[in-house]
C-alpha cells in the first residue's frame, strides 16, 4: 500500500474556511468536512465570496493535503421511490459540483439501500445512477469515492464485489471512480481485520476485486458493534471491538 498521509473530520462552525484551520491546528496532512448539513435535502448555494476564502486558506495551508467531502447521508441511488432516486442523484451531482468549485478532492458517499427491490436490481440501479451523475459531471474534477457499508437492513456495498458490480454497472463511467474504506464498517460486515490472516484476505480481495489503484482514502475508526453484526456504530481507537492490530498494521 502507498504510503499514508493523515487527517481527521473537521467542523465548518464559522464557515467552511474555519475547516482549514482547524486541519492546521491538528496538524492534519488531509481533512474531511460536510459541505451542508449532512441530514438535510436543503443546499445553500456558495458564493464568490465562501469559494474565494476556502480556496485561499487551502492555499495558506501548511499541510497543504488532500480534501475530502462527505456526501448527504440521504442520498440513496437504488431508491425505489422514483422521487427520492431523482433528488439523490440530483444532491450527489451538486456536492460533486459544490466539491469542483471549492477545489476539494474527492467526494464520500454512501450507495444507498434497495428496500426489497433486491441486491442485483439495486446494484443495477446504483450503477445507472453513477453513470448519470458521473456523465453530467463531464470536466469536473473531483472524483466520487464509493464507501464501503456495514450491511445494515438492505444496505448494499458491505461486500467488496458488491462494490465491484456498482462500478461495473455504471459502464464506462465507471473508470472515474475511486473507493474509501471504512474499518468499522468492514469489521461490522464480518471481515475481520484484528487477524493477520483477516486482514490480508481482505487487502487481498480488494486488490483482486477493485485494484489497489482505487483506494483513495480510508475512515479509520474502532466498532463499538462486535464482528459480523452488521451495525454501523463508531468506537475511538483501541477503545472498541477491534483493539489495536489492525491499526498498527495499517500505520
Known amino acids: 500500500m502507498r504510503p499514508m498521509i493523515f487527517g481527521a473530520h473537521e467542523s465548518v462552525a464559522g464557515g467552511l474556511h474555519r475547516a482549514i484551520a482547524l486541519a492546521g491546528e491538528d496538524r492534519c496532512e488531509a481533512m474531511q468536512i460536510f459541505t451542508k448539513v449532512s441530514g438535510q435535502w436543503r443546499e445553500p448555494s456558495l458564493s464568490a465570496e465562501q469559494v474565494a476564502a476556502f480556496r485561499a486558506a487551502r492555499a495558506a495551508w501548511a499541510g497543504a493535503g488532500r480534501t475530502l467531502a462527505h456526501a448527504s447521508y440521504l442520498i440513496n441511488l437504488c431508491a425505489d421511490d422514483p422521487s427520492i432516486l431523482e433528488r439523490s442523484r440530483e444532491a450527489l451531482y451538486r456536492e460533486l459540483a459544490r466539491c469542483d468549485a471549492l477545489g476539494i478532492d474527492f467526494v464520500v458517499f454512501h450507495p444507498g439501500a434497495h428496500r426489497g427491490l433486491g441486491e442485483e436490481a439495486g446494484l443495477d440501479r446504483i450503477g445507472e445512477s453513477l453513470a448519470i451523475v458521473l456523465s453530467r459531471g463531464q470536466g469536473l474534477r473531483a472524483q466520487l469515492c464509493i464507501e464501503n457499508m456495514a450491511g445494515q437492513g438492505s444496505t448494499l456495498g458491505d461486500r467488496l464485489d458488491q462494490i465491484a458490480a456498482m462500478i461495473e454497472r455504471a459502464g464506462p ?22 487477524s493477520e490472516a483477516g486482514y490480508e484476505r481482505f487487502w487481498g480481495d480488494f486488490g483482486r476485486l477493485l485494484g489497489m489503484d482505487r483506494l483513495r482514502c480510508m475512515h479509520v475508526n474502532d466498532s463499538k458493534a462486535a464482528l459480523g453484526q452488521r451495525v454501523d456504530r463508531h468506537e475511538r481507537i483501541g477503545e472498541g471491538e477491534m483493539g489495536l492490530a489492525p491499526f498498527w498494521r495499517l500505520a
Open 173 to 194: 463511467e465507471g473508470a472515474r471512480l475511486g473507493v474509501c474504506i471504512d474499518t468499522q464498517h468492514a469489521f461490522a460486515a464480518g471481515h475481520d481485520l484484528r
